[in-house]
């Protein structure tokens, strides 16, 4: 377990029409739009190699309280927006999915 210092990184887009990039050996917490690191964090272990895999955040209570808190005012100034821009939203996220369906091709399989 890793006890490095807690720290918060804006998102930001990629060279791919602001789709981050990702490089998934590199876990974070993400709260109101930020990657969040945590004092804590696990390796899991791959059971077909005996190796450790990345290290992954383990959020606390206040992480949690932080998210839900920014989800319900994010949620409050969303739920007026027109189905129509909610749907351009749910494509845009699809796009960024299929953007990186290589990488989530290759994660290991637990």
Do not use: C, W
Not at 42 to 62: F, M, Q, R, W
């Amino acid at each position: 377990m890793n006890t490095s210092d807690t720290s918060k990184t804006e998102v930001q887009g990629g060279g791919d029409g602001g789709v981050p990039n990702f490089d998934f050996t590199t876990f974070y917490t993400t709260i109101n739009n930020s990657l969040t690191t945590t004092p804590k964090t696990h390796n899991g272990i791959d059971p077909s190699t005996k190796t450790p895999l990345p290290e992954v955040p383990i959020s606390a209570p206040k992480d949690i309280s932080s998210a839900l808190s920014a989800a319900h005012a994010v949620f409050s100034s969303r739920r007026s927006l027109f189905e129509v821009l909610r749907a351009m939203y749910l494509i845009r996220l699809t796009s960024a999915l299929a953007s990186h369906r290589s990488s989530f091709i290759d994660l290991p399989v637990l």
